[in-house]
């Protein structure tokens, strides 16, 4: 059975900061692996996917690499801003996406 | 990206009510859905697979009778929470892949639910 891990569970930091969040999964059959973002009382915003094949993606100042061999996968946040403040959730594809246990970020002025 | 719609996005009904969430995807053709719940300050918890024309696969430990799943064409999903109860109370959102391509998954806008 598929578990996805996040560490840390929430992280609070002064904008500016580079952040490191981390996910790990069990099994590393996946198809691909997706980074979202949630904010409170909302909906999911997809933030970068990479394929099983690759190794990172960018997005502005967004980076996720992928080890899939190890199991696990990493977002970067550079230089971080309030509006940053979030929920973070890797979710990996094997025939159905299977979700982290999140990381909530809160970056502060 | 591709759009899923999901509709409504917050509801209240009573206890012993049943309720009913619908899934749309507005841009491609879906045969398969997934039905998330969520509660408070905790990830997305898999309940179902929705599958087009055929029945839903559920998650270990999820009530069958309790959230009925129809897939009746390709774009259009709903949920069916019966008998609802408040420990029912949650956020449910749905998702479906892109069938081709990156099968990347696009999400609902989420459902909140309140059973009093």
């Known amino acids: 059975k598929q578990e996805v891990t996040q560490i840390p569970a929430a992280l609070s930091v002064p904008e500016g900061e580079n952040l490191v969040l981390n996910c790990s999964f069990t099994?590393?059959?996946?198809?691909?692996l997706q980074w979202f973002r949630q904010d409170p009382g909302k909906g999911l915003t997809s933030l970068l996917l990479i394929q099983s094949s690759q190794r990172e993606q960018t997005s502005g100042r967004l980076n996720a690499s992928l080890d899939k061999s190890s199991g696990r996968s990493t977002l970067y946040i550079a230089a971080s801003q309030p509006g940053d403040s979030a929920t973070y959730l890797c979710a990996v594809n094997t025939d159905k996406l299977i979700f982290g246990t999140g990381t909530r970020l809160q970056v502060f002025p | 990206g591709a759009v899923v719609s999901q509709h409504p996005s917050w509801v209240i009904c009573k206890s012993g009510t049943s309720v009913k969430i619908e899934c749309r995807s507005l841009?491609?053709?879906?045969?398969?859905m997934f039905w998330y719940r969520q509660f408070p300050k905790q990830s997305l918890m898999l309940m179902a697979t929705?599958?087009?024309?055929?029945?839903?696969?559920?998650e270990q430990g999820v009530e069958k009778d309790k959230f009925l799943i129809n897939h009746a064409s390709l774009t259009l999903s709903t949920l069916t929470v019966t008998s609802a109860h408040p420990e029912d109370s949650s956020f449910y959102i749905c998702?479906?892949?892109?069938?081709?391509?990156?099968?990347?998954?696009?999400f609902g806008q989420g459902t909140r639910l309140t059973v009093v």
């Open positions: 099994d590393s059959a996946i198809y691909n």
């Open positions: 841009d491609f053709q879906a045969t398969t």
């Open positions: 929705s599958n087009e024309g055929s029945k839903a696969t559920y």
């Open positions: 998702s479906a892949i892109l069938p081709e391509g990156h099968f990347e998954a696009f």
